[in-house]
């Protein structure tokens, strides 16, 4: 009896060695899975293109983001109009408005993550489009009734400029996070690259625009409405205001697919939902690592917004106030590298691209400490690191999507926003500071060090952390 009960024990024991070999080979295999490149049995931009929900997305962001990249320059073009005085520097008016701008996007990026993870996405997306327009199409009038009154030793009109910026910027908080958390809701899993190569394309586009022809747009606006017999020009906010209504009311046929069974509907504990969304990139090392090189590539494109001033200055053919052409290249490489991946960018794991992309990225930046005094090796490089920023950017951005579970993402999106606004903020402090100390080349340097250290510490955290999980080590 001893004998049968021994014998049925070590049986036991074999099934379960035998269940748990499998379990890891499972895990081991998913993990494989999961590492492949994706396959798409249609490639290129066609599946996405034919998604109508998508298309609708698509639009919204067109009109949005075009009203988001001239608001700064219709701000820049009424403090210059109705404020400035001659032989004032135009900084001591521009400087404040920067700051209100920026404040938002410190202070609730991750707060407003944990409010779109229990409100309707499409909701989010309309109104903070919306109520952005009514802002900007007020604020002629709000000018005109404030004319000649001042708030202590600033124009009451200018305060109020102060105030609208603000609260733009604060609705903005709110809508990235929806943007990019309903991406996932409205594409296939395999078809997430393309449509954010997509995004990138038509986000570095717009930036173009926004460097090259915003100004002559905002002109051409007030010019159009000049026959209005109108107590004061309103073209300019008519074009940018006008852009957010329309997005808006776009999205309004937007149809994410939410359920409201499926948001959260408890009442928001704000700093432990944040804490969650942390705790869920300290586990998620895959998440976390995108999020690190998302951090680092923008950092390196804050720094390069305020180096290509010193650059155009160095370059006898442009002007100080000519560094957008240089920023125009990297958004035209940056556009064209997107395109092409929406086409072949499936065949390569995200790993791999992102590891390519920030090699490429460094090698660049190393041409652009040579490139000070030549404008065309410097275009060149330009377009080079906008290229090859991209082979970080979507597949980083992509990767966010699809590994965060749905309830998780407007957190882990306002968090991604409260980390790229600081990274986007400190370098333009930092930049000019570090070009005045140790020049320009010394920087260039610097910047391609953190680049290709970033790329390979992804890629060695990304297969360390793989090992680990199949193995079981803690």
Do not use: C
Not at 5 to 11: D, G, N
Not at 133 to 152: A, Q, S, Y
Not at 295 to 308: E, T, Y
Request: aromatic share 10%; no cysteine; proline share 4%.
């Amino acid at each position: 009896m001893q004998l049968f009960e021994s014998e049925s024990i070590k049986e036991d024991i074999t099934t379960e060695k035998k269940n748990n070999f499998s379990h890891l080979s499972n895990k081991k295999m998913k993990e494989r899975e999961d590492d492949r490149p994706e396959q798409s049995t249609s490639q290129g931009f066609g599946p996405v293109l034919r998604n109508h929900r998508f298309l609708l997305l698509w639009s919204g962001q067109i009109f949005s983001q075009l009203a988001d990249k001239i608001y700064l320059v219709l701000m820049i073009a009424i403090v210059a109009n109705q404020f400035q005085t001659p032989n004032q520097p135009i900084s001591r008016w521009v400087s404040p408005i920067m700051v209100a701008f920026t404040i938002p996007a410190v202070l609730f990026g991750s707060l407003a993550g944990v409010y779109v993870d229990r409100w309707s996405k499409r909701g989010v997306l309309v109104f903070s489009n919306l109520l952005r327009g009514v802002l900007v199409l007020i604020l002629p009038i709000l000018l005109w009734l404030t004319e000649g009154h001042n708030l202590g030793v600033k124009p009451l009109g200018f305060v109020l400029m102060l105030g609208v910026t603000f609260l733009v910027s604060t609705l903005t908080q709110f809508f990235a996070p929806a943007e990019q958390a309903a991406i996932p809701l409205i594409v296939k899993k395999e078809h997430l690259l393309t449509a954010n190569s997509l995004y990138t394309t038509t986000m570095m586009a717009l930036l173009v625009i926004g460097f090259a022809v915003g100004e002559p747009l905002l002109s051409l606006s007030d010019r159009l409405v000049t026959g209005w017999a109108l107590p004061w020009k309103i073209g300019k906010e008519l074009l940018v205001g006008g852009a957010y209504a329309f997005a808006g009311i776009l999205l309004l046929w937007l149809k994410t697919g939410e359920r409201k069974e499926d948001r959260r509907k408890e009442s928001p504990h704000v700093f432990q939902d944040i804490g969650d969304g942390i705790q869920y990139l300290g586990k998620n090392h895959r998440v976390r690592n995108a999020l690190i090189q998302l951090v680092i590539l923008f950092s390196v494109f804050a720094a390069l917004a305020v180096l290509a001033v010193s650059m155009a200055d160095r370059i006898p053919q442009l002007e100080a106030e000519q560094f957008g052409i240089l920023l125009a290249a990297a958004g035209l490489g940056m556009a064209t590298s997107a395109t092409i991946m929406g086409y072949w960018g499936q065949r390569f794991s995200h790993a791999q691209l992102s590891l390519l992309g920030s090699i490429g990225v460094a090698a660049s930046l190393v041409g652009l400490s040579f490139a000070t005094g030549n404008l065309w090796l410097a275009l060149l490089m330009t377009t080079f690191l906008g290229g090859f920023a991209a082979l970080v950017g979507v597949p980083m951005q992509t990767t966010i999507q699809s590994e965060t579970p749905p309830d998780m993402r407007g957190k882990v999106f306002g968090l991604q926003n409260n980390a790229v606004n600081i990274a986007l903020s400190l370098p333009l402090v930092l930049a000019a500071e570090a070009e005045a100390q140790f020049g320009l080349r010394i920087v260039f340097l610097s910047l391609a060090l953190l680049a290709v250290v970033g790329g390979l510490l992804n890629w060695y955290i990304s297969h360390t952390g793989k090992v680990k999980l199949i193995t079981g080590d803690k």
